[in-house]
């Protein structure tokens, strides 16, 4: 697709923030562009690499349920065990925050579980998927 | 706009006869303060002459379920005072002057706010600003609730129970208004519960959202108004500093705020309340600052994806803030749980 999509909205967050918003008077208006052109500069940044993020995160999270359930029994081991080996069909970035759902809320309850045991080692691993996980889908802004 | 002007101006004559004929010189809608609608008159009195008001009216939906009968109260408790605050006059109820309640005040002329996405929102008046700043939160922690204005509007809470009573409140909005599940939010309430902070040295008057951006400062470097009262309540005070101290506020993340750094801001804080903040109740009101915003940020998200408000900086929270909050809150966990065997 060219220009390419972020290409198109770094810059319409050009032309409103720098252009359009400065010609408004001083106000609501003005401001409101202004947050409304940062809102296009994020999703340009979001737009390439959103598919990526969810799909990376679905893997981890499976990989990660795959080896807890060797040593989980009862209904947990059986719903982590039914993700394990299952991969992404649906592609698009509603389809795969469907999945991305389903299996962060299977990631509380196995969490919850790991605080409960005192499985630090599981713990550490899920605390660090989550902070890398974090930091994959902050938004990094230019100071203005 | 015309209409409300004219609606201003019916209200104005009924509310101030003394001032006699009034007319609205200008009338503009202000950028900011999500949870409510803030309006600058600028208005000319037979008696009286020019004289710049604000009115805050409650909008169709709110970032958050706040009182407005708070706020009015908080600018009342600390009209006077070593916190600096805009005259609060009237507090409207009845929908017949502007379709929704509303409240007018004192405009503040002649000053700005600070940005928390500016590189350096005060310039030449850091240092200054900063220790305005921590005192004046200071000042607010020495405020009790029971002879204040607000004593009437917000539940008493006892000196062991104020984190658990705030950390309910906002575990309630993240069981309402998540849009999809929140593991690191969870994990924070988890852990918050299982890590209770002390007792609180004393119960005092909370702003709820002091920060920059919730003040107004002159050209001179004078804080002259603290704003944005709305989620007020009584409290710990290390529940303020810990969400003033919070590195979103600023993108010079040495300096909370934008003005001192950190071990400063403490100081000064601790000299102007006449508190200690002590390291193990500040770090559990730190974890705790980041959750509260997630919150909010989750509610304004929800607010947005519904189209109940689709003012833009209800997605930018969703956009921006919640994911900075949701690693800062990660980092913190692991940060704890790192540190125990």
């Known amino acids: 697709m060219k220009p390419s999509p972020e290409l198109v909205l770094n810059q319409a967050f050009a032309k409103i923030a720098m252009e359009m918003g400065p010609a408004l008077p001083p106000g609501y208006g003005q401001g409101s562009a202004t947050t409304m052109a940062v ?8 737009f390439d690499r959103a598919a990526e993020i969810r799909a990376k995160e679905n893997r981890v999270m499976r990989a990660l349920f795959g080896d807890a359930a060797k040593g989980i029994d009862g209904a947990l081991g059986a719903e982590l065990n039914a993700v394990v080996g299952v991969r992404d069909e649906d592609m698009t970035v ?34 660090r998927f989550l902070s890398e996980a974090a930091a994959a889908r902050q938004v990094h802004l230019p100071a203005m | 706009m015309k209409e409300l002007e ?61 009182e407005r009968e708070v706020e009015f109260a908080a600018y009342r408790s600390f009209m006077g005072t070593a916190v600096p605050v805009p005259g609060a006059l009237y507090l409207e ?140 309540h009584a409290g710990d005070p290390l529940e303020d500093l810990g969400w003033a101290l919070d590195p979103l506020w600023s993108s010079d993340r040495a300096h909370p705020g934008g003005m001192l750094t950190r071990e400063s801001a403490i100081q000064v804080w601790e000299k102007a309340s006449g508190l200690k903040a002590d390291p193990k109740a500040l770090a559990w009101w730190t974890v705790f600052a980041s959750f509260k915003g997630a919150a909010i940020w989750i509610s304004s998200a929800k607010e947005f994806q519904a189209a109940t408000n689709t003012d833009p900086v209800m997605a930018f929270s969703g956009l921006y803030c919640l994911p900075f909050h949701n690693k800062r809150l990660a980092d913190l966990l692991l940060q704890a749980r790192e540190a125990v065997q």
């Open chain 1, 39 to 46: 809102l296009l500069l994020m999703v340009g940044q979001e």
């Open chain 1, 94 to 127: 509603s389809g795969l925050d469907r999945a991305n759902g389903d299996l962060k809320r299977l990631l509380i309850e196995l969490q919850t579980h790991a605080e409960q045991k005192g499985n630090r080692a599981l713990e550490l691993r899920i605390l």
């Open chain 2, 6 to 66: 004219d609606r201003i101006v019916r209200y104005l004559a009924h509310r101030m006869p003394e001032a006699g004929r009034v007319s609205v010189i200008a009338l503009s809608r202000i950028h900011g303060g999500a949870s409510r609608e803030t309006f600058r008159v600028r208005i000319d009195q037979e008696r009286g002459g020019e004289r710049g008001l604000i009115f805050r009216r409650d909008p169709i939906s709110t970032l958050i379920e706040t």
């Open chain 2, 93 to 232: 109820r009845e929908l017949e002057w502007l379709e929704r309640p509303f409240f007018v005040m004192e405009e503040v002329e002649g000053c700005t706010a600070g940005s928390i996405l500016a590189a350096d929102p005060y310039g030449a008046h850091r240092q200054k600003i900063g220790e305005q700043f921590f005192t004046i939160l200071g000042n607010i922690a020495k405020r009790d609730v029971a002879t204040s204005d607000l004593a009437k509007h917000v539940p008493a809470v006892k000196a062991d129970d104020a984190w658990q009573a705030e950390l309910t409140k906002w575990e309630k909005v993240v069981d309402e208004d998540e849009l999809e599940p929140q593991p690191i939010l969870r994990a924070a309430i988890r852990w918050m519960r299982r890590n209770p902070p002390p007792p609180a040295q004393k119960i005092s008057v909370v702003h709820g959202d002091y920060r920059t951006g919730n003040f107004l400062f002159d050209g001179t470097g004078a804080i002259r108004a603290v704003l944005d009262w709305e989620m007020a």
